[in-house]
């Protein structure tokens, strides 16, 4: 099975930042797409970001776009994202996704990490 593992959550005040970091147990032809996806408590699961690991093509969501940047080091299979600017309404648990297509649909992935919370305030 492919796992991936999250870290790089916490609190912090409305203003700042955070890296968040995934880590894929292993590379398949089924993670080539990796993203981010977040949950707030009553509501829908939402895209954030994703990228295509065998480049460097990215989807943000409108709520986040200028504030946050998904990186890759393939060496690692480790996903990053940079959340800057940070907003109360960014609380969420953050989870770490990977699939087969490139966008912004939970539906288009497969493997899911555990999820790392972050906190605004």
């Known amino acids: 099975d492919v796992q991936l593992v999250e870290s790089g959550g916490g609190s912090v005040q409305a203003g700042g930042s955070l890296r968040l970091s995934c880590t894929a147990s292993?590379?398949?032809?089924?993670?080539?797409?990796r993203g981010w996806f977040r949950q707030a408590p009553g509501k829908e699961r939402e895209g954030v970001a994703t990228i295509y690991t065998g480049g460097e093509d990215t989807y943000y969501a409108d709520s986040v776009k200028g504030r946050a940047i998904i990186s890759q080091d393939n060496a690692t299979n480790t996903v990053y994202l940079q959340l800057n600017t940070l907003k109360p309404e960014d609380t969420a648990t953050y989870y770490c996704?990977?699939?087969?297509?490139?966008?912004?649909?939970?539906?288009?992935?497969?493997?899911w990490g555990q999820g790392t919370q972050v906190t605004v305030s």
């Open positions: 292993a590379y398949t032809y089924s993670t080539r797409f």
């Open positions: 996704a990977a699939g087969t297509l490139h966008s912004l649909n939970s539906a288009h992935f497969d493997y």
